[in-house]
């Protein structure tokens, strides 16, 4: 069972930056690959970034290219989420996911852990 505790949400005005993190239990933190949702009220979940296990490779929904970077550190156990240059559509409720397979994910039902979820606002 793998615990993920996300923090570091907030409000902030466009165009400003927040790094979001993502910490997990599981000392074998660095076979699971990782990922970051996000969901906007009324709207479903939706992928926004995700990066590999054991390898730094990285993948991004088109809205998060160029502006938001995942990262790990896998001796802390805890996965990032920068996010500069952030917009009002960016405001959302945005969880981390792990999963054991080799390439992540852009599909939330192929996560099998998932944290509790941090509000990120963005104000115009």
């Known amino acids: 069972q793998v615990q993920l505790v996300e923090s570091g949400g907030g409000l902030v005005q466009t165009g400003g930056s927040l790094r979001l993190s993502c910490a997990a239990s599981?000392?074998?933190?660095?076979?699971?690959?990782m990922g970051w949702f996000r969901q906007a009220p009324g709207k479903e979940r939706e992928f926004v970034a995700g990066i590999r296990r054991l390898l730094d490779i990285t993948i991004y929904a088109d809205s998060a290219k160029g502006r938001f970077t995942i990262s790990r550190d896998n001796a802390k156990n805890t996965v990032y989420l920068q996010m500069n240059s952030l917009r009002p559509e960016d405001t959302a409720v945005y969880y981390c996911?792990?999963?054991?397979?080799?390439?992540?994910?852009?599909?939330?039902?192929?996560?099998?852990?998932w944290g509790q979820g941090t509000q990120v606002t963005v104000s115009s």
């Open positions: 996911a792990a999963d054991s397979r080799t390439i992540p994910s852009r599909t939330d039902s192929e996560y099998r852990y």
């Open positions: 599981e000392r074998t933190f660095s076979t699971y690959s």
